[in-house]
C-alpha cells in the first residue's frame, strides 16, 4: 500500500540556538526529510550536519513510551493523580520552599510559561531553576548589571555587517555552525572583514581567524579591562550615556599585560583592530559564561562596547550566543530562579503585584528560590522533598554529576519528564512521564537574535507522550487549580504570555510580544519567525543604538571589574581540564546518538593532550588515560595533539551512564559557581592524568544491543547494529563465556587466537551472516573499523577474522564528511592522486563537504596535512583519529 505524501511542514530546528528553520516532511510511515528553510532568516535554507541527521533521530527508538511509577507502567491518571498528591502533601508538611523543579532551555516557551507559573504564582516557591543556569547565568546576570535588562542588543547580521568580529570562548564552528558558515561566507565575500578567536584551543573555528589568541586560562577578564584601558588612551570613549567609566577605568589600569600570558605583538595587534574598527562584534560562549568569575568577564567584554559606544547599531555590538534553541525563551518566561515571568525582577514588588495580579495567583513566591546547584545541595540535605525534572539530564550534566546522582537517588520523591527511555538521570526516578519530542509538538522558541519561531507538529506523538505543557498543566488542575491552567492548547498559553508582557512593557521590560496577546489559533498555526519586542510602538530591531538604557539613570552601566584567577592547582591535580563539545553531538546524546551516521565521527570519550605532557605521563595515542579529580574519575581514549596547550587537556561533555559510563565528565567538576550569577565553573577543574593499565582492550561489533561488563566501554550506533570499544585491567577467565554473556548469543563463535601475543578474535555467525564479533589485544585494538562494521548483519566466512579489507577494498578511514560518508584516507588518496588544491576540488571529486558544510574546517586542515607532507602522507593531523590503528 503506498502512503500519500504529506505536505512540507514548516518547523524549527530543536538544537543548537541559531534557530534554523527547517521544512521537514513526513513519509507517513515513521520517516522523515528534512532540509533548511530557505525563508527563514536565521538561515536562508542552510542546515549544519545535526540538522540535517533529524530524520534519523525521531521515531520510537529509545523512548519513554508510557508512564511509569516505581519502574512499573502506570496509566497515566494514577501517574498525574499520585504526582499531584505528594506535591500537595510535601507542601502541607513541609512548605512550599520543600519542592523544586529543575527544568531546560530546551523546553518550548509555551512549556516553560506553564512550569514557571505553577512553581512560582501557585505552588508559591521561587524554585524553579533551570539548566540555562549552567550556560546563560552570567550572561543574563551581566547584561542586567549594564543594561538594566536581560537583552542581546544585536542581530545576527551584525557578524556579517562588522569590520571585525571577535569569538571570545565560543567555539562557533561547531556549536553555532550555521552563524559561522554565514561569518565565512561574509568573510569570504569580503576579505577585509577580521575574525579574531580568543580560546585556549585551537579549534575548527580558528580556520577562518586572522588572529588566533591563547591566553592564560581564566585571563580573559584582564584582557578585556587592558582594551578598555587602550580605548581611553586612543579617546575612543564616549562619556555621554555611560556611568561608572571612571571607576572602571580605575580597575582596568591596575591590570598587567603579563596577566594575560600573551606576547606583547599579539595583544597590540587585537588592540589596533578593536579599536581601529569601530563596526566590531564581539561574540562570547562558554569559555567565558562557565566561569566562577563569568559575570564579571561578561561584564568586562561589555564594559568596551559601552564605553566606545559600539553597541546597537549594524555591524558593531556584544554578542552573547545562546547554546539552546529556546534558553533565550525560558528568559523571557523567568524560568532562572531570580526572574520573573517577561524579564520582571522577582524581587520588586510592584512586579511581584502585577504578575500575582495577572495570574490571579494565590501565593506569589515573595523571594528568588535556589540556583541549580544549591538547588542539588539542598536535595542532598534532604530539604527539598520532591523534585520534578524536565527535559534535562542533571546527573550527567551537573558539576560533581557523581554526587548529585547520589543526592537525587536519596530524595523522597523524584519525577522525571522526559523523551528517552533511559537516562543517567531517569534511572533514579519514582515516576517517570513520556514527554512528546520535537516533531510531535506545537510551540514556539527564541533563537539567539531574539527571533520566534514556530516547532510545529509534523508526526503523531510516539506511544502515550504527552506534551509537557499539559502535563504540567494537569497537575496544576488535580492540585486545586483548575482555572488558572485551563488552556485548550498552546496558542492560549502563548497568548497569555503575550498579554502579560504587555503588563510587563508598560513597566519598562524590554520583552514586550502585546501584539500577540488576541492571537487566534490560525494565526499561531500560520506564525511567522518574528524579533522582539512587537508591542504598542515597539518593533523587532536592535536595542541601546539610541542611547537609552534599562537602568534607573537611564544610562549604560560600566561595571569596575578586578580580574581573578581561577580555581589553583596543586601538586596532587596538577592539569586544568577544559571541557566542551563536538560537532556531531548534541549534549548527553539521547537523540544524536540515535544517528549512525553522527556517530562515525567521534565515537568515543576522549581525552585531548599536549605532546610534551603526553610524553611527560607515558601516555601515547590511543591508549587510555585516567582521568582524576577530588570529585570524581574517569577513564578516557588519549588523543595527542598541539590544539591544546600544554597543561590545558580538554574532554569533551557528551558521554554517560547509558553510552560510556567511565567518560561522565560531569562527575570530574567541581561545583564551584560565580558569586553573581550562580553559574559553575565548567570550563576548568584541576585533575590529575595517570595512564589507564589495560590487560587487555577490545573492539565490538553486534546487531544487538551489547551487555559490556568491563571497566571501560563506549557504545556508538551503526547502520545495522551497533559498536563498543572495551578496555579492562582484569581478564575474564574464560572469553566464551564472557562473549555469550556480551552479546546474549548462544552459537559458537569462529575463533583464532594467539595467547602468546594476548590476541583473540571471535565472530559469531548465523545464516551466513555477521552477528557479532570481537576483537581482543594487549595494545589498543588495530584494525579497520570501517570494514568490520560494514562486514556486520552482511554475508561473511572467516575472512572477517582478519580484520581488514581485501586490497581492492581500500580502508575508508575516520569519518570526516558525515553527510556522505567519506572518511580521512579516502580523502588523502583523492588529495593525492588527482592532485586536487581546494575544497571545492575535493567537492566535485568526493562531494565532500557540500552538504551542509560543517566539516569544511576539517577537510582544509587535511588539504594543509597533505600539502605540508607531500603527497605520500597517510598521517591525519585533524580531526582527532580515535579510531585506533589502521583506520
Ligand atoms: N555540536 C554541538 N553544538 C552545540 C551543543 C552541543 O552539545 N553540540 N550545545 C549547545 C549549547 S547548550 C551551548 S551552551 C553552546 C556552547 O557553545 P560554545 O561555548 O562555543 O562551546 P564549548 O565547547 O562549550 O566551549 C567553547 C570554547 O570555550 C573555550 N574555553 C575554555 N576556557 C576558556 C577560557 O578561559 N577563555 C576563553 N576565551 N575560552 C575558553 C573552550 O576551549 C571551547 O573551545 O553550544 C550549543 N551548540
Ligand atoms: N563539564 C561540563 N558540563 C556541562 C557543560 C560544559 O560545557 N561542561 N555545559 C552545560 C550546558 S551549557 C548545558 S546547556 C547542559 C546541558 O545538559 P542537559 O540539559 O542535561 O543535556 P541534554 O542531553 O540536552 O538533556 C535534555 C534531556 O531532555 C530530553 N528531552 C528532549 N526533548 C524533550 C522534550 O521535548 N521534553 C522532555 N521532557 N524531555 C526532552 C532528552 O532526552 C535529554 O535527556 O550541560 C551543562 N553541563
Ligand atoms: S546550526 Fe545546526 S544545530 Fe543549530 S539550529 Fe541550525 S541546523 Fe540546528
Ligand atoms: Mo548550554
Redesign the pocket.
Known sequence: MTHPAKPTIRTTCP???VGCGVLANADGQGGLSVRGDPDHPANLGRL?V?GSALGETVGHGGRLLAPQIGGRAATWDEALDLVARRFAQTIARHGPDSIAFYVS?QMLTEDYYVANKLMKGFIGSGNIDT?SR???ASSVAGHRRAFGSDTVPGLYEDLELADTVVL?????A????VLYQRLAAAKEKRPGLRVVV????R?A?CDIADLH?R?A????AALFNLLLSELSRRSIICRDDIDNIEDALTAANAVSPQATGLAHSQLWQFYDLWCGSEKVVTV????????DSGTD?VNAILNCHLASGRIGRPGMGPFS????PN?MGGREVGGLANMLACHLDIENPDHRRAVRDFWGAPGMAERPGLKAVDMFHAVEQGRIKALWVICTNPAASMPDADRVARAIAGCDFVVVSETAAQTDTSRLAHVLLPATGWGEKDGTVTNSERRISRQRRIMPPAGQARDDWRILAEVGRRMGWPEAFAWNGPAQVFAEHAALSGIAGGLGSDFDISAHADISTADYDRLEPFLWPQGAGKQGGRFFGDGRFHTPSGRGRLVPVTPRD?QPLNQDYPFRL??????????TMTR?GLSPRLSRHLAEPFLELHPLDAARLGLTPAVLAEVESPQGRAILRVLVTER?AQGHP?A???WTGETAPAGRIGALLPALTDPVSGQPA???APVAIRPFVAAWHGYAVSTRPVQPRCEYWARATLDRGEQVELASSRTPVDWLAEGREMFGLDIAPLVVSDPRQGILRLAYVADGRLQAALFVSREPVALSRAHLTSALGADCGPEVLAGRPGADKPDEGAIICACFGVGANTILRAIASQRLVSLEDLGTALCAGTNCGSCRPELRALMAAAQLSGSETDEVAEPPRLCVGAD
Not at 217 to 220: A, E, L, M, N
Open positions: 538544537y543548537c540556538g549544519c545535526k532551555g539548566n549552567l550556560c546563560m571570545v570562548g565560543s567555539n562557533l561547531w556549536c553555532h555552525p580568543i580560546d585556549p584551543r579549534t573555528t589568541l591566553p586560562p581564566g585571563s580573559d562570547y560562549s562558554q569559555g567565558i559564561n562557565q566561569s568577564k550566543v545562546t547554546g539552546q534558553a581561577p577544559n571541557t566542551g563539545r563536538i560537532r556531531d553531538q548534541w549534549h544524536t591544546v580538554f569533551p561533555i557528551h565548567l570550563k576548568s
